[in-house]
T-cell receptor
């Protein structure tokens, strides 16, 4: 079965520290995509980063990078130099061969000043 | 601003009623997705349209229906509303239907009293 697992319901991190949000996935599709989204308290869903299953290099977007370990089926999000504005819910998602996005339960990240 | 618009922003209605949620995708995007986000069930994929045709169906109830019009805007119709239908309904769009990042609208918060 296709599934996304985010094992950290919540995290507290000191401002300016790096933070890693865990995501593991399960799929039998040879081709898939992995996404991270941020949902602040205001409610909107903001796309952060994408990794294709055949991409050789880990995706990076500014302070966000995706640590993709295909053999371990993990796609962890790394945020460098965290800021107060990074406090939000973070969702990992996977695109499937039947065009759906499968979502994890999310991790609530709180950045402490 | 993702470029995806949703109306209305908030909707309060009574059980048994019917409502229509509207979504305009980003300019150039052909795919529209509908999601429901409730507190107890997280983010649930409902349905996807690509260039006017239904492409994928998720956990959409029979009381719910959607369509995508020739101008690519989409409507989600919810009928015989129940208390449990109270949720945040997101529309997202992408250029194609395969493994592309989806850009989310601000959502419509539906409250059923």
């Amino acid at each position: 079965a296709q599934k996304i697992t985010q094992t950290q319901p919540g995290m507290f991190v000191q401002e300016k520290e790096a933070v890693t949000l865990d995501c593991t996935y399960d799929t039998s599709d040879p081709s898939y995509g992995l996404f991270w989204y941020k949902q602040p308290s205001s409610g909107e869903m903001i796309f952060l980063i994408y990794q294709g299953s055949y991409d050789q290099q880990n995706a990076t977007e500014g302070r966000y990078s995706l640590n993709f370990q295909k053999a371990r089926k993990s796609a962890n999000l790394v945020i460098s130099a965290s800021q107060l504005g990074d406090s939000a819910m973070y969702f990992c998602a996977m695109s499937t061969s039947n065009y759906q996005l499968i979502w994890g339960a999310g991790t609530k990240l709180i950045i402490k000043p | 601003d993702s470029g995806v618009t949703q109306t209305p922003k908030h909707l309060i209605t009574a059980t048994g009623q019917r409502v229509t949620l509207r979504c305009s995708p980003r300019s150039g995007d052909l795919s529209v997705y509908w999601y429901q986000q409730s507190l107890d069930q997280g983010l649930q994929f409902l349905i996807q349209y690509y260039n006017g045709e239904e492409r994928a169906k998720g956990n959409i109830l029979e009381r719910f229906s959607a369509q995508q019009f020739p101008d690519l805007h989409s409507e989600l119709n919810l009928s015989s509303l129940e208390l449990g239908d109270s949720a945040l309904y997101f529309c997202a769009s992408s250029f194609t239907s395969d493994y592309n990042e989806q850009f989310f609208g601000p959502g419509t918060r539906l409250t059923v009293l």
